[in-house]
């Protein structure tokens, strides 16, 4: 059974910054991109960042230089650091883990920065 647990939301002020965490279990953490993507109310969720792997990544134009995507295997986590927070950065976060043969999302987690 596949859990991905999200933690590291909350609420911080436009410039500042959080750390997501996404703990995976259930999977064999190699073989999966994972990736985090964020969704508002009445928009489509869309990707933040991905991260092969091979340590490959890539990132939503809107987070590119402020926000980074890291796996630690030993620990079957995979973080997003998010930099100079702005206020279109408020949503929920989700984590994804996705290979060929599945899909998997986590429970998500609330970001609200303030202005």
């Known amino acids: 059974q596949v859990q991905l647990v999200e933690s590291g939301g909350g609420l911080v002020q436009a410039g500042g910054s959080l750390r997501l965490s996404c703990a995976a279990s259930?999977?064999?953490?190699?073989?999966?991109?994972m990736g985090w993507y964020r969704q508002t109310p009445g928009k489509q969720r869309e990707l933040v960042a991905e991260?092969?792997?091979?340590?490959?990544?890539n990132y939503a134009d809107s987070v590119k230089g402020r926000f980074t995507i890291s796996r630690d295997s030993a620990k079957n986590t995979v973080y997003l650091q998010m930099n100079s927070l702005k206020p279109e950065d408020t949503a929920v976060y989700y984590c994804?883990?996705?290979?060929?043969?599945?899909?998997?999302w986590g429970q998500g987690t609330q970001v609200t920065v303030s202005s």
């Open positions: 994804n883990a996705r290979a060929w043969f599945g899909n998997d």
């Open positions: 259930g999977i064999i953490f190699s073989r999966y991109t």
């Open positions: 991260i092969t792997s091979g340590g490959d990544t």
